[in-house]
Each structure stands twice: as C-alpha cells, then as structure tokens.
C-alpha cells in the first residue's frame, strides 16, 4: 500500500511549510489526487489520519479532490475526459489517449494557526 509513503510525504510537505512559514497547526488541508494519478483516496486518507496524531495534521481537516483527467485523443485529435487509465475516447472509442491532467497527488492549500 503505497499511500502510506504517500501520506509521509505530505506530512514531509506541511512540515517544511511550518519550519519556512512558521506556523504551529494546520486546521484544513486540502490535496487532489487526479483520477489518474494511481491513489486510493480512501487509502490515502486512512494513511492520513493514522500518522496525524502527534503531528501538524493532529486534528486537521483532510479534503481530498479527485479531478477527472484529461487526455489527448490522437485520432479524434481534440482533447477528452478520461475517469480510468485504459477507457476508450469517449468521442471515438479509440485508444490512443495521452493523459495530460488529472495524474497529479499535489497539496493545493492549508488553513494554519501560528
């Protein structure tokens, strides 16, 4: 299960935050994780939630965004939602997609207290 490094590595994130940014407790933290990025979200948030105590995060509000993706159509040439490495083009069926959006696990913003 890798949403446990996953979560570590988050963890990692808000803590470099409030070393450069001095602050003491994160009240909300919010992620996305594209919907092909490869994370069970709900892994992730049990990850989540199992390192918080004693951390930043101890009491914290996690939301989690999950973004369809994006790929590029080479034979419809347009660019198509895409929910799940493997489906078919939506406007043709084919498979020839590129995915461009929607493959990112990125921390998009916290709410803190000093």
């Not at 803590?15 to 594209?34: I, P, S």
């Not at 199992?50 to 590029?72: F, K, Y």
């Not at 159509?73 to 084919?94: I, K, S």
């Amino acid at each position: 299960m890798h949403e446990v490094s996953l979560a570590g590595g988050i963890l990692n994130i808000v803590e470099d935050a409030a070393q450069r940014e001095r602050f003491t407790r994160v009240r909300v933290l919010r992620l996305e994780a594209g919907s092909l990025a490869g994370v069970d979200v709900r892994a992730l948030m049990f990850a989540l939630e199992t390192i918080a105590p004693g951390t930043l995060l101890e009491g914290a509000a996690i939301i989690i965004d999950t973004p369809v993706g994006q790929a590029w159509c080479m034979a419809c040439a347009q660019t198509v939602p895409l929910h799940t490495r493997g489906d078919p083009c939506e406007r043709c069926g084919g498979h020839q997609l590129m995915p461009h959006e929607g493959t990112e696990l990125r921390v998009v913003d916290m709410q803190v207290e000093d």
